[in-house]
């Protein structure tokens, strides 16, 4: 979904700071018009969707967001691939852009959302207890992912854009979190994970696994 510089949850975020500038204005009250641009460079800023280069070669999976990578290991995943999977956490902090994008070019099969906590994302066991957004992808040869978008100790709102039976493209949008958050990546055992803990990864460019 394409919808600008700025994504469209931000448009709201924006509309209340030229408010509160034209208020500052109309009262002459000049600490209100400075709080208001602020506001408005903060949101504009964390709201920014920018346009990404997508890597082109069929067998490398992208990142689904920008961020840190906070875990890498092996699990069982048995909500939705019901085996064991690799995994790869990326934690957004509040100044990371916050537009999440497909790693892998497939058809939505399913999504779920799950109400819970908002205790800090970076924490391992984070994804057990805390509101999130499942999204099972299925690609070519049957490959199944997916994209878990957990929300944080600031994020209150988890947004979704893609329905099941849309087709997405390697890299394109499907949906964000507001204000912190991380998302976890579950792929099948046949893959080569090139991410490593400590890395910094932007949505869709970034390259963190290889189909083997």
């Given amino acids: 979904m394409r919808r600008g510089l700025v994504a469209a949850p931000g448009y709201p975020f924006l509309g209340g700071c030229a408010a509160l500038i034209f208020l500052g204005w109309l009262l002459s009250w000049a600490w209100l018009v400075v709080l208001g641009i602020l506001g408005g460079g903060f949101f504009a800023y964390f709201f920014r969707d920018p346009e990404r280069p997508i890597p082109e070669d069929a067998g490398v999976i992208v990142s689904p967001a920008d961020g840190k990578v906070v875990i890498v290991d092996e699990v069982h995943e048995d909500r939705m691939l019901r085996g064991p999977a690799r995994r790869v956490a990326i ?79 390697k890299g394109e949008r499907l949906g964000m979190i507001c204000f912190g958050s991380r998302v976890d990546l579950y792929l099948p055992r046949d893959c080569h994970i090139l991410a490593k803990v400590g890395d910094r990864l932007k949505a869709g460019s970034s390259i963190v696994g290889r189909w083997t």
């Fill in 91 to 169: 934690f957004m902090n509040v100044f990371d852009c916050h537009v999440n994008r497909s790693p892998v070019g497939a058809t939505v099969a399913v999504v779920t959302h799950r109400d819970g906590e908002f205790r800090a994302a970076f924490k391992h066991d984070a994804d057990r207890g805390n509101e999130q957004q499942a999204t099972l992808l299925e690609g070519a040869y049957g490959r199944r992912v997916l994209v878990v978008q957990i929300a944080g100790l600031l994020a209150r709102r988890i947004i979704g854009w893609v329905h099941p039976g849309q087709r997405l493209a």
